[in-house]
């Protein structure tokens, strides 16, 4: 029997997500012994010991559910940003709290607005709710708030922020921040996603808790992966007004962060020398990556995440199979519609000067060919 014709017309429409190739795989396949992963984001000083010790320790009860309540995690994170507890939400990762305020807000037909290119869960998520998907252009690969203003309509249940943006890694300063909450129309919700908030060096960076505190229709992500390398143990979290939340948590799941997960982020949390470490890496890295791609006259855009976006001036696909070669995974931005992109991890300086000879054989390599 051909399936497709049972399948939902929304999943016809979907492109499957495609993450960075894990290291395992092009090892196997390349039969590379050294390989270094800048594809996808993630923690270039893996997890926080704090949180490695406490996964450890829990191990034994994992035969056991975990607290539905996730009372010690919740209550640590209101402790950590001085919010009231019911304000927190906790997810699989802030993937998940996506998609829980997709299923509670949106019905088909619905409209939502993002920035393009943003984070490609905004566009899968509405999709499969069967929402309509406005897009509105960066300008010069930022979010154009007068843009997205002007893309809401009575149909328009949620804008979606990515800050900073994946994959420019720019943000939206506060001023327009601003703006743009002060002109939300009544019964729109605005989710601020700020996965890589950690690493934001700017001063004017939202405090976006204070929106939610003054009563903005507000959603705030968070998560675990990225500053706090738990990348594998999906854990994110979140902070809304009470209103909004008993309704979120009514299409959560029982037990839908593992007990692991959670021990780990709680213990995370507390380890904030790891989390100086962390920052301290990502701004230097970013800084050497800076000289050295100024030294092959490339472009590039600053960023305030944990990874850079570059035009490399030639297909992005070709230039990242060729670093593949060579043992350097990195991500090629054709699906977020920059052909000549490449989003590259901020790692350590070794990584960094790695991936910058690379870089620098492949361009020659293919001015020669």
């Known amino acids: 029997m051909d399936w497709s014709s049972r399948v939902r017309k929304a999943v016809h429409r979907l492109k499957p997500y495609v993450p960075g190739k894990p290291i395992e795989e092009v090892q196997r396949e390349l039969g590379l012994t050294e390989v270094i992963k800048l594809a996808s ?12 010790e406490a996964a450890k320790k829990i191990l ?9 309540s996730y009372y010690r995690l919740r209550h640590k994170i ?13 997810g699989r990762g802030s993937d998940e709290i996506l998609l829980h305020i997709v299923q509670t807000f949106v019905e088909p037909g619905d409209e939502v607005v993002f920035s393009t290119p943003s984070f490609v869960m905004y566009d899968i998520l509405s999709t499969l709710m069967d929402a309509v998907c406005v897009k509105v252009p960066l300008r010069d690969f930022v979010h154009d708030v007068g843009g997205l203003l002007e893309a809401i309509t009575e149909r328009t249940k949620i804008v979606f922020v990515d800050n900073p943006n994946n994959p420019a890694g720019t943000i939206l300063r506060d001023r327009a921040l601003k703006s743009l909450l002060s002109e939300i129309p009544e019964g729109v919700i605005v989710v601020l996603d700020e996965a890589y908030a950690e690493f934001v060096e700017s001063p004017d960076y939202p405090k976006s808790l204070d929106y939610v505190r003054e009563g903005y229709p507000v959603i705030v992500l968070r998560t675990f992966s990225k500053a706090y390398g738990l990348a594998g143990l999906r854990a994110g979290y979140g902070f809304a007004r009470p209103e909004i939340t008993q309704h979120l948590l009514k299409v959560r799941e029982p037990f839908n962060v593992s007990s692991v997960a959670a021990a780990a982020a709680e213990a995370a949390l507390d380890d904030t020398e790891f989390l100086d470490r962390v ?8 800084r050497l990556m800076y000289r050295g791609l100024e030294q092959l006259g ?21 230039v990242a199979d060729a670093l593949l070669q060579k043992g350097v ?9 920059l052909p000549t992109h490449l989003r590259v991890d901020v790692g ?12 620098k054989e492949v361009l020659r390599e293919t001015a020669t060919s």
């Open 348 to 359: 350590t300086p070794e990584t960094v000067e790695k991936f910058i000879t690379a870089l």
């Open 78 to 90: 209101a402790a950590f940003y001085n919010v009231p507890t019911d304000w927190v939400l906790l």
């Open 298 to 318: 490339l472009r590039y855009v600053p960023t305030e995440a944990n990874f850079v976006l570059i035009d490399v001036n030639l297909p992005a696909k070709k």
């Open 60 to 68: 034994p009860e994992v035969h056991r559910y975990p607290d539905d």
């Open 41 to 52: 984001n993630e923690n270039p000083l893996g997890p926080s010991p704090k949180a490695i």
């Open 279 to 286: 920052r301290k890496t990502v701004w230097a890295g970013k």
């Open 329 to 337: 995974i990195v991500r090629p931005c054709e699906p977020f519609g």
